[in-house]
């Protein structure tokens, strides 16, 4: 990807900025709930040096251009409670994988659907992306609801792609094309 400068989405109840160094404490919140890493490849977060080790690499990654990571803040105000990710950009392909997490106590309100939708908007028009990818734990409802909402297709199973917390865990891809997105735009997701 191109280095981009400082990028905001505002949703209807949503605001999706990069993130800075004092989103530690509010992302530690997130990582650290084992509701939210239950699908995760690693285990759930017990040092806020954890979360300052990784706003510092979403700066970079942000500032050349390698990987972009959205901070999920309500426009009703207080702290950020999740993120949205676009990350290994193929860049002749125009293609990336898409990732994301809320904090618990927020789940079942629309959140990462309305962030995801802007998030998707902007990667398809601003970025020129042809195609974003989606790795799901299968147990993962809720994630592989969201997507398709959003209209991402089943494209394939990998067995044991993953060792979660010490057990193996299977993969469903997921793929959504600009083409899919363009013809759903008008239709209510
Ligand atoms: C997956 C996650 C991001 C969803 O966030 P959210 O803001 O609650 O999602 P939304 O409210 O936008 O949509 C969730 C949808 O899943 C549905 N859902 C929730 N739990 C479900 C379940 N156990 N089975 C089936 N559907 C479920 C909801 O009803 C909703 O669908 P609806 O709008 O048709 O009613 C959130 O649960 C999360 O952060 N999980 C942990 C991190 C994670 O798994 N990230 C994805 C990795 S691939």
Known sequence: MPILSPTVLSTERLRLRWFREEDAAA???VFSDP???RYWSRAP???LEQSV???ASTMANCADG???RFAIEPLAGGDIIGNVSLFHFVDDSRRCDIGYALASRHW???YVSEALRAVI???FRELALNRIEADV???NAASRRVLEKLGFREEGYMPERWIVQGEPADTVNYGLLKRYWDARQGLSL
């Open 27 to 29: 992302n530690f919140a």
């Open 35 to 37: 509701e939210v890493t």
């Open 45 to 47: 977060w017990t040092e």
């Open 53 to 55: 080790q990784m706003i």
């Open 66 to 68: 390698s990987g972009l």
């Open 108 to 110: 079942g309100h629309g």
């Open 121 to 123: 908007d902007y990667g």
């Open 137 to 139: 734990d299968p147990a």
